[in-house]
């Protein structure tokens, strides 16, 4: 990988990445709606010689494609609101494939696990059956059969499966972020779903070293891959590992159905949580036979450490 464009570059997943592409010393592209936030992420970086900011719209391909010349690898970590996910999830992103077929890109998607549906084995490998039960896991798999379709005869794609995850960067989208950011801010929070449950969290650094090492590969496209965590840990540790570092002990209340259907009156996106809660109470664990056999160790930052380097990030905004 000589050049690598990033789409989404300031959400969650894409400021991780476009740090650890930099931190490998790949010319990047960092490429997203907001000029602002981009020259904060450029800052954050320390102004590096090899980041380029490119302002544009990811639903827009030909702009897309200005801003990915001489790139060869494209990830794509822009995404949707939720609640707007069935309508616009397929749009972009058949904007980010027909930029790189154009220009003949291998494309690195992020996704999730809603496709995989309920699971019918202990560790999820990538090839559990994909039965999806809810509307979002349907529209998932529909952009899975998109992604790999026969339309694209030029790009090259790999889909990187990652559960739910926490980290610095890690911002609303992320069922943690904002139940991290209200505790290392000294807040009441809002913990989404069971916390009882152990459930399994990857560490946005560590998914970043992974999903780079995948994509470095010649032999790794056309595949999904999982992108396994640390291990599993319930909601109540999490928030006692986080209140420790914090050194607050504000309430942390947790919301299940009817307290996000009572919120999702007023904050759309939080209605639209309530489909897959099943997922806190059914937790799915991916395997990582297939990385381990294929690339070596999985990078897995213990939770006591993830988890209060993040909360000393979220206290120094």
């Not at 027909?98 to 999820?124: F, H």
Request: net charge positive; hydrophobic share 40%; aromatic share 6%.
């Amino acid at each position: 990988m000589k050049k690598a464009i990033v789409i989404g570059a300031t959400g969650g997943t894409g400021a991780a990445i476009t740090q650890e592409l930099i931190k490998r010393g790949i010319a990047t592209v960092a490429y997203g709606r907001s000029r602002h936030k981009l020259e904060q992420l450029a800052a954050k970086l320390g102004f590096p010689g090899l980041l380029q900011l490119a302002v544009g719209d990811a639903f827009n391909p030909n702009e897309i494609v200005a801003a990915s010349q001489n790139a060869d690898v494209m990830f794509h970590c822009a995404n949707v609101p939720y609640h707007e996910m069935e309508s616009r999830l397929l749009p972009l992103g058949e904007s980010v494939m027909k930029a790189a077929e154009q220009l003949s890109l291998k494309v690195v998607v992020i996704d999730g696990i809603y496709p995989y549906g309920r699971r019918q084995m202990n560790e999820v490998t990538e090839e559990h059956p994909k039965q999806p039960h809810t509307r979002k896991g349907k529209t998932r798999l529909a952009y899975e059969q998109m992604l790999f379709s026969s339309r694209w005869s030029r790009a090259q794609v790999m889909i990187v499966r990652l559960p739910d995850y926490y980290g610095p960067t890690a911002n609303e989208a992320s069922y943690l972020g904002s139940t991290l950011e209200s505790i290392a801010k000294g807040k009441m929070a809002f913990f989404i779903g069971n916390m009882e449950t152990p459930r399994e969290y990857i560490y946005l650094p560590d998914a970043a070293v992974m999903v780079v090492e995948l994509a470095s590969r010649e032999n790794t496209y056309n595949q999904n891959w999982n992108i396994p965590g640390a291990g599993i840990i319930a909601g109540k540790e999490i928030v006692r590992i986080a209140q420790r570092a914090a050194g607050v002990t504000k309430p942390v209340m947790a919301l299940g159905k009817i307290g996000l259907s009572l919120i999702g009156l007023g904050v759309p996106v939080m209605k639209e949580v309530v489909e897959m809660l099943y997922l806190t109470k059914e937790p799915l664990v991916l395997s990582r036979q297939k990385y381990e056999r294929s690339i070596g160790p999985v990078q897995a930052t213990p939770f006591a450490e993830g988890i209060a380097e993040t909360i000393a990030q979220l206290q120094k905004k």
